[in-house]
């Protein structure tokens, strides 16, 4: 039995996956978050997009990319034609993890090991989803998908060999963006974002 699988309640790719990572106790993250964010989108879309892990909204509501981070890449999607519903959107994480400070639930980036627990949904999910090219938002979405660490900077704009066999397009995560001090700096950083998602769909 692999790493990826060993402890798992999993019955294969087509079978049991929504119930099976419904019940995910391969990492602490699920006792802190309220329910599991899985992907959505069709059953075979050429392009999938992974992002980190759902945010305070997605916790609340069970679906990925409804709240800020999810509005900057829904712009940039219609913007460059990319129609949402014709797209597979996933996170590399699917439980929020976060801190409670007061009456405010505080975003924490993902350590390693618990990207790489939750990566047997993330390849669950490549192997139905079968997409031609994923665009994966931040770095963690590129670790998980190329095993390769580190800040994005010199990987940003290129594509990389997916350790699932499919091609991986790295940009900017949507909430980095939200982050910038100033709007001229969100600004330059969003055309980024939409010139790369123009680049995946020229790609697919
Ligand atoms: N950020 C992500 O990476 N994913 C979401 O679903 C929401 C915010």
Known sequence: ????????HWDG???GFAAALAS???????AQ???VVAGCGPDKAALMI????????EDLHGRPFIGPAGQVLGQAMQHVGLERDRVYLTNAVKHFKHVVRGKRRIH???ASDEVEHCRLWLDTELL?????????LGAT?????TGRKGPISGRRGKVEAGRDGVPVLITYHPAYILRLPDTAAQSTARDVLMRDLAEAKALV
Not at 1 to 8: E, L, N, V, W, Y
Not at 130 to 136: F, H, I, N, S
């Open 1 to 8: 039995q692999s790493a990826a699988t060993r402890g798992a």
């Open 13 to 15: 790719p087509q079978s």
């Open 24 to 30: 995910c106790q391969r990492c602490p993250l699920h």
């Open 33 to 35: 978050a309220t329910q």
């Open 50 to 57: 992974v992002g980190e892990q759902p945010g305070d909204i």
């Open 108 to 110: 924490q980036t993902p």
């Open 128 to 136: 139905r989803v079968q997409p031609k090219l994923v665009v994966a």
């Open 141 to 145: 979405a590129a670790m998980a998908l």
